[in-house]
């Protein structure tokens, strides 16, 4: 949603000269992770994935946004709201930023996916890195590839 994030801050800072977070900062995975291990769960497992999406008109995305659940929860929003002349701005630096070749605007989302399980004596115990027995590639019968110098 970086797209957004940006359209609706440019346009608030030519509207009205100021900043109100609009759009909810997403969690670093591996800070997501982290959290998952604080609270108690074992072998936590977080993956990300990016969907491109693409919305004929602003006001589409919104109602997206909204049956998702995705509204704005900050506390340290503005409270009234906001102008419809706000709005055409956003969409009009969206537009101008993030429209495709066809003109439909482009949402980048990025869908976290953080699973882990309530700690038993019968778990699995992760093996020290560098135990294993077989090489990956030969369990998946594919050649092994080095890395590229400097990657």
């Known amino acids: 949603m970086g797209e957004l994030r940006a359209s609706l801050a440019e346009a608030e800072a030519r509207v009205r000269g100021g900043l109100s977070p609009r759009v909810l900062p997403m969690g670093e995975i591996r800070d997501l992770g982290g959290l998952m291990q604080r ?37 340290a929003r503005i409270r009234h709201f906001a102008s419809r002349r706000l709005f055409a701005a956003a969409e009009a630096i969206y537009r101008a930023s993030f429209a495709t070749p066809e003109g439909n605007l482009r949402a980048t989302f990025e869908l976290q996916f953080l699973t882990g399980w309530a700690p038993h004596d019968s778990q699995q115990v992760p093996l020290r890195p560098g135990s294993a027995k077989t090489r990956l590639a030969d369990a998946l019968r594919v050649p092994e590839r080095p890395l590229p110098k400097g990657g």
Do not use: I
């Open 39 to 75: 609270a108690g769960f074992a072998l936590p497992v977080a993956d990300v994935v990016t969907q491109a999406v693409e919305y004929r008109a602003l006001s589409s995305l919104f109602r997206d946004l909204r049956a998702m659940g995705e509204t704005n929860a900050l506390g």
